[in-house]
């Protein structure tokens, strides 16, 4: 008891260390995110206590023999094996030490008369007990993964903004040579996204990406493109700093990652109730994240050479740098689909590796679920190397490209300037509620309505535009973040 208490207390006060330092360092996605885990823990907590507790009442719901089919057992009985006097201290005809503790628990505990027996026995639910203990450590540790291999990704991108910005600074102030080398950039991104004769091609384009998110993720050319098309589309300084926006986006993004939703427990449940003998499932099923994987890095690769295949042919002089960005280049026009499929990637691997833990945990030895050596070893590379490839290739990739959609997020402006934004307009309307009359003359504050939706921060920066000089004028809110 003093064991578990003291890991108790110490796991959570980990958390509420780390929830001061995202606190502190004003990282409010993630805070945000380590609430959801908090939540999918309690979730779990809960399931495993009300399980514990009522194992005894649902063991005791009995029906009739027949009713129960042996062919939705994982593992097919062998029938020749089971004899009465030979049941219970064979156990090499049983190698399955849990189905051995079944029988000898059944025979300790008959609760259901001749001809009935239990629905779900008490040794299943134990076990179902310690799958979900299993599913929930595994997909909390696979969340934390993801997002550490993902800043890995992204904050190695943060030479090139830095050399971004410093062309956009000589740029203002009227150098030649920032000027070619941000053409000659666009250049190079251009060249390599429509040199190959199937980039114009409607079908081949598609092979075309498939085989490139293998040997060419995003290179210093499409960073440098895609920020200058983000920023001419959104009217924002060419000195913006995108790279810090793309880690606020991709921070709230991830919040919407972790935690299992109701779909997703939908899914899990049936994949329990469909693993019966014979069908293979769990092996097949293992392929499917990587099947989505690939087809998402099809897809967003099949964005960035149709925006460069559009520059080429609208514009052949390059006498136009601005790209077409749009919602339209995503399916179904939602760029957040994509982000719904990278949710159920993340929950099918940890179920993958939350199935194979539990079986070593529970099956001692040999059975259905391992005696395939090829095909659990299948299943476990398959699932490890698309868990790496989502985290450190496809999430950068989708953070990036995501955001050459028609609107930007709310993150486009860092927490302290929104917080300040939104305590301004706060006082501006309890002002415009007194009876004054000159307040009354005052113009709406809803152009700031950093609170309300995407469009309204939109239509806030092109009301202020930029100045001669390509920086955008915030006089007024560094007066509202100082004075205010």
């Not at 993150?411 to 706060?426: A, D, I």
Request: proline share 3%; net charge positive.
């Amino acid at each position: 008891m003093v064991v578990m208490v003291s890991l108790g207390f110490f796991f959570q006060g980990s958390l509420k260390q780390l929830a001061k330092w995202l606190d502190r360092t004003k990282r409010k996605a993630l805070l945000s995110a380590l609430d959801k885990i908090k939540e999918e823990l309690m979730v779990f907590g809960l399931l495993s206590l009300l399980m514990g507790h009522w194992i005894a009442f649902v063991a005791k719901i009995c029906v009739e023999s027949s009713t129960l089919s042996s062919k939705f057992y994982p593992c097919v009985v062998k029938k020749n094996n089971f004899t009465p006097g030979n049941h219970v201290l064979s156990r090499v005809k049983y190698p399955n030490d849990s189905f051995v503790k079944e029988l000898v628990h059944k025979q300790k505990n008959e609760y259901c008369p001749e001809g009935h027996e239990s629905f779900v026995s008490h040794e299943s639910l134990e076990q179902l007990h310690r799958l979900m203990f299993v599913l929930g450590v595994i997909h909390v540790s696979y969340s934390f993964i993801a997002i550490a291999l993902a800043m890995i990704k992204i904050y190695s991108w943060r030479t090139w903004e830095n050399q971004a910005k410093t062309m956009a600074l000589q740029s203002v102030l009227g150098s030649p040579e920032a000027a070619f080398d941000e053409t000659r950039q666009l250049s190079t991104f251009i060249f390599h996204h429509t040199s190959h004769p199937w980039s114009q091609h409607r079908v081949l384009v598609w092979l075309l990406c498939f085989s490139r998110q293998f040997w060419s993720s995003i290179n210093q050319a499409d960073y440098f493109a895609l920020r200058l098309g983000f920023i001419s589309k959104h009217q924002l300084p060419l000195t913006y700093d995108f790279h810090n926006y793309m880690l606020r986006s991709m921070e709230e993004e991830f919040r919407d990652i972790v935690g299992i939703s109701v779909p997703l427990w939908i899914y899990g449940i049936c994949c329990i109730f469909l693993n019966f003998h014979g069908t293979d499932f769990y092996f097949w099923l293992s392929f499917l994240p990587a099947i989505l994987i690939l087809l998402i890095g099809t897809k967003l690769h099949r964005v960035v050479v149709k925006l460069a295949v559009e520059i080429m042919n609208s514009f052949p002089w390059m006498r136009n740098h601005q790209l077409n960005l749009r919602d339209d280049l995503f399916w179904l026009g939602k760029p957040r689909l994509l982000l719904w499929l990278i949710q159920f990637i993340s929950f099918q691997n940890a179920f993958e590796m939350s199935t194979f833990l539990w079986s070593l945990w529970e099956i001692k030895e040999s059975s259905c679920f391992m005696e395939n050596e090829k095909h659990v070893f299948i299943r476990l590379t398959f699932g490890v190397v698309t868990q790496f490839w989502f985290s450190f290739i496809t999430f950068p990739v989708y953070v990036i490209i995501t955001q050459m959609g028609a609107k930007f997020k709310k993150t486009v402006v860092s927490e302290n300037v929104r917080k300040s934004l939104h305590g301004w307009q706060r006082r501006v309307k309890a002002k415009q509620s007194s009876s004054t009359p000159n307040l009354l003359a005052l113009p709406s504050t809803s152009s700031l309505g950093f609170s309300t939706s995407d469009s309204e921060i939109k239509t806030n920066f092109s009301s202020k535009g930029r100045s001669s000089s390509g920086v955008v004028n915030t006089s007024a809110a560094l007066y509202f973040t100082s004075n205010h």
